[in-house]
């Protein structure tokens, strides 16, 4: 996949969101001392330039600092993101403890229980992974196939643009 710039990024999300108000650096920067973490430069210059979240038909694209259902995971930021690779442990005892997403920013529902996640910590900083662990399909890097390159924040939008026109 290409890299996406800003202007191409903020296209793509124009289309499929109706975003939010910008975020400033002040509630960037307290965010970013709560919770001790450094925010990917593309999700920042997104937040900062083009619109702080969104709403997308009932699937929300949350604002910095909202995480939905996957809040508690906020607690974890600041520890590396433990995967490299596909992750599914469906019969592990702490299966859904917030604990496996640690180092990441849900960021968009996608409904039935599934999180889209930008990892913020560790090898896989920068990158969108998905939480469909409420399904048994663990954690995984985007796109959900084997050995397809990472995408990035910017790289999500046009994934997901996709996405909803291969879906409707």
């Known amino acids: 996949m290409s890299r996406m710039t800003l202007e191409m990024a903020a296209n793509y999300a124009r289309k499929r969101f109706e975003l939010y108000p910008c975020a400033d650096e002040t509630q960037i920067?307290?965010?970013?001392?709560?919770?001790g973490v450094e925010l990917p430069e593309e999700y920042r210059t997104f937040i900062?330039?083009?619109?702080?979240?969104?709403?997308?038909?009932?699937?929300?694209?949350?604002?910095?600092?909202?995480?939905?259902?996957r809040q508690s995971a906020l607690q974890y930021?600041?520890?590396?993101?433990?995967?490299s690779s596909h992750w599914n442990q469906s019969q592990a005892e702490d299966y859904y403890k917030p604990h496996h997403i640690q180092g990441t920013l849900p960021f968009f529902?996608?409904?039935?229980?599934?999180?889209?996640?930008l990892v913020?910590?560790?090898?896989?900083?920068?990158?969108?992974?998905?939480?469909?662990?409420?399904?048994?399909?663990?954690?995984?890097?985007?796109?959900?196939?084997?050995n397809a390159p990472r995408i990035t924040f910017f790289e999500w939008f046009k994934w997901l643009d996709e996405l909803f026109d291969q879906t409707g």
């Open 77 to 83: 930021l600041s520890q590396p993101f433990p995967y």
């Open 109 to 117: 529902h996608e409904g039935s229980g599934m999180y889209h996640l």
């Open 48 to 69: 900062l330039t083009i619109g702080n979240g969104g709403t997308q038909w009932v699937r929300p694209f949350f604002e910095l600092g909202e995480a939905g259902e």
């Open 120 to 146: 913020v910590t560790g090898a896989e900083c920068g990158n969108v992974w998905l939480d469909a662990r409420v399904n048994d399909s663990g954690i995984g890097p985007l796109p959900y196939q084997a």
């Open 29 to 35: 920067k307290i965010f970013e001392e709560t919770y």
